[in-house]
């Protein structure tokens, strides 16, 4: 039998589940088994536990339906425990490192007892400093083991379950379980403390405790709130019971009433319609249950006694540095030049072209603030249930998942209208029938205000309004290697150039779905994008084309990007570096082709912020950075050479040669950061130097056995969901409001058929 059986429910917290079960697997003191609770197989924290559970014995998933709660999860993994004692560690949370041995130690010290309490500490939902001991015990608990009695103040009710640890066959022996309910803690701290009869505590933090960027579920607004009633009622009616002596009654009646008075006294926990029925049972709630020397409730606790709250230390960032002004030094004008008559018309024209950058900027600033005049008008009419507002990346054109999506919802729901933003300029970047408005104009701001649909795999302005019946779907453009959101915050360089990390939520918050196309991109949008959506793992609509291609549409993409008959096409897509100004391609094209091979030729696409019209093509290298379909341009390549882009993620849908090319892995990680190890699985062989580079396209090992298995591990794990018919899945679950049941299910990967290769044979 182990020592300790760790249960850890996950419901909700896939993003955080393999740090919580990472940090139980490598504690010190090993005699302990780890039951994850989940919600059931497939489901994306499953998976994450499943592959735990596959490598360590001692880790093992039961399943627990979402409807049965919090409650229901834990009762689920204690029904499952086999261990002395009992220990709840939520998914999102920490054992801190020699918490077991701590735990063992403290208990071979005191002896058995039914339950040990022990202090937590909290960190913010961005992973800051720890507040120190948050569940700090008091000064004057008790060195050993001791009756309840002996600290009758000491009742548990006050904390979470997760701050102690019960020895299994005192549970089972009483029957206990978790009240179902929002404040289940409540109920089960209280009904844990009537029962015990020897308790002890250990002063040392044992969990960090990582707070929820949407805040505590008992803290939302709601009827919900009257459960702490129920759990209040039903550990008073428990004492009462079991004879407890009014020297422990008290205090936990203090403790109970402190939890529902604190409640009640919050403007925002109990809807202001029922507040008055929430204190009317409050009332009656003391005059059944309370102690003849408490005094009648005003509204504030007076007796309760709890340990002292930790504190949030605030941190103070100065967001505005204070900038140098340069001063520029003019040139003497010729002598020619020093007339006063053209000194005179000189300085006429300059003032009438101030007046008239004046007048311009003027007019540009009336234009805006009349059309956002405009959106908060057509704020206040109905939303238009058929129409779709489309943006892909900022506005550049008509591209990427929201491109895909529209072209599938003209098939699949032919009655809903779609509008695709653009940015000024690029009107010509939108096909010829796809209705567009200008980002800025009148009609940006009334579509935007009227539509029941948004889709952006980027954000829509800040501006933008949530209103309540839309539906906003953020498609994302890419699988993460690199950090992404919140998670950028702590890589000073590009945390300087991703603005204020408060819009950004404030942006998250507006999604009521977030696509992705593999289990690594739902847990890592969950960290960097923390919010309130519902993760749609249906893959990406724009990496549909690599499954729907036949050999005629790889033909008409090769002849549309120029590539020579019989020539093998190499893609090389290096990535934005946020620590560079500018873009260098960090490769000497023709002489890797030279190197390469005499039918080797280049399609150079550079990342999308450096599509500024122009053309980089000479020789053998063909610049299809201006092409609008990365997708097409994917389809023409014979295979890929990247440094560190999403791309790769996408490419391997076709099952063609990767090769990475990293010259300058280390810098990277260390400026930009990111979420996995490359080098420990790349889709493909890795080359450090242009010679590398070129001897494994001359020596043809880049198309090789080992160059296939590196593939297929790195496919098994990120392309899980993209089958060719993503956009399907995501039209007629968003747009159509089919069940989740309805929809196709995922083609497995050993099944699906990617389009041909013009001049390789997929391995």
Request: with cysteine; net charge positive; hydrophobic share 40%.
């Amino acid at each position: 039998m182990p020592r300790f059986s760790i249960i850890v429910p996950s419901h909700g917290v896939a993003g955080r589940l393999s740090q919580a079960l990472d940090s139980v697997l490598v504690q010190s003191f090993g005699d302990f088994e780890l039951i994850a609770v989940c919600d059931a197989p497939g489901a994306p924290a499953a998976d994450v536990a499943a592959g735990r559970a596959g490598r360590d014995a001692r880790v093992s998933v039961v399943h627990s339906p979402p409807a049965a709660g919090l409650a229901g999860a834990r009762d689920a993994g204690l029904r499952a425990a086999t261990g002395a004692y009992l220990l709840f560690l939520d998914g999102d949370d920490l054992l801190l490192p020699g918490a077991l041995s701590a735990l063992a130690g403290r208990l071979a010290e005191t002896g058995e007892v039914d339950a040990l309490y022990f202090e937590h500490e909290r960190t913010p939902w961005w992973e800051g400093a720890p507040t120190g001991p948050a569940g700090r015990l008091p000064a004057d608990a008790p060195a050993s083991a001791v009756a309840p009695g002996e600290v009758p103040w000491l009742t548990g009710v006050r904390w979470p379950a997760w701050s102690a640890a019960y020895r299994r066959a005192f549970v089972t022996g009483h029957g206990l379980a978790f009240p179902a309910g929002h404040h289940t803690d409540l109920g089960w701290g209280g009904l844990v403390t009537v029962a015990a009869e020897r308790i002890a505590v250990l002063r040392r933090a044992v969990v960090r405790h990582r707070e929820r960027r949407q805040g505590s579920r008992l803290a939302l607004p709601g009827e919900h709130q009257f459960d702490l009633l129920d759990q209040s009622e039903r550990v008073l009616v428990r004492a009462a019971e079991r004879g407890l002596d009014a020297r422990r009654y008290a205090p936990l009646f203090d403790q109970v009433l402190a939890a529902v008075l604190e409640t009640a006294a919050h403007p925002s926990r109990v809807p202001a319609r029922r507040r008055r029925a929430f204190l009317r049972r409050t009332r009656a709630l003391h005059r059944r249950h309370g102690p003849a020397r408490t005094p009648r409730p005003d509204g504030r606790d007076r007796t309760a006694r709890t340990a002292p709250p930790g504190g949030y230390p605030g941190t103070s960032v100065d967001t505005a540095p204070r900038l140098a002004r340069h001063v520029a030094l003019t040139r003497l004008l010729p002598v020619a030049l020093a007339h006063p008559l053209f000194r005179a018309l000189c300085a006429t024209g300059r003032a009438g072209a101030r007046a008239g950058r004046a007048r311009a900027a003027v007019a540009a600033r009336a234009r805006a603030l009349g059309a956002r005049l405009v959106y908060r008008w057509h704020l206040h009419r109905p939303l238009d249930e058929n129409l779709v507002v489309y943006c892909a990346y900022w506005g550049r054109g008509y591209a990427c998942n929201p491109a895909a999506l529209h072209a599938a919802a003209r098939e699949l729901a032919p009655h809903l209208r779609a509008v695709f933003l653009v940015e000024p300029g690029r009107e010509h970047a939108v096909p010829e029938g796809v209705d567009r408005a200008v980002i800025g104009s009148v009609r940006y701001w009334k579509v935007l205000a009227r539509a029941k649909f948004l889709v952006n795999n980027a954000n829509f302005a800040d501006a933008v309004v949530k209103r309540p019946g839309s539906v906003h779907l953020q498609t994302q453009h890419g699988t993460p290697l690199k950090t992404m959101g919140c998670d950028q915050s702590t890589y000073p360089v590009v945390a300087a150039q991703s603005g204020s990390f408060t819009k950004l939520l404030r942006r998250v918050d507006r999604w009521d779905y977030n696509l992705s196309a593999n289990r690594h991109s739902t847990e890592m949008w969950e960290r960097a994008f923390p919010g309130a959506y519902e993760a749609l793992e249906y893959g990406y609509p724009r990496n549909d084309l690599y499954y729907t291609a036949d050999a005629g549409a790889v033909a008409r993409a090769r002849r549309a990007l120029g590539v020579p008959r019989g020539a093998t096409a190499v893609l090389y897509a290096p990535t934005h570096r946020d620590h560079q100004t500018g873009f260098e391609t960090g490769l000497d094209l023709e002489a890797f082709c030279a190197a390469a091979g005499e039918n080797v030729v280049v399609l150079l696409r550079a990342h999308y912020f450096y599509d500024h019209g122009g053309r980089r093509s000479s020789g053998r290298v063909i610049d299809v950075t201006g092409h609008r379909s990365t997708e097409e341009v994917c389809l023409a390549a014979d295979a890929l050479v990247t440094d560190y882009s999403s791309i790769m993620f996408d490419y391997a849908n076709l099952d063609r040669p990767m090769v990475v090319y990293a010259d300058d892995w280390e810098v990277y990680r260390e400026t930009r950061g990111v979420c996995f190890d490359l080098m420990e699985c790349p889709p493909g062989p890795v080359a450090r130097t242009p010679g590398e580079l070129a001897r494994v396209f001359r020596d043809g090992s880049y198309a090789g056995a080992r160059s296939a298995a590196l593939r297929a591990v790195f496919r098994e794990r990120f392309c899980q969901y993209d089958d060719g018919r993503a956009a399907e899945r995501v039209v007629r679950r968003v747009f159509l409001g089919e069940p989740p049941e309805a929809l196709p299910p995922v083609v497995p990967l050993a099944r699906r058929v990617p389009a041909p290769a013009a001049t390789l044979v997929r391995s």
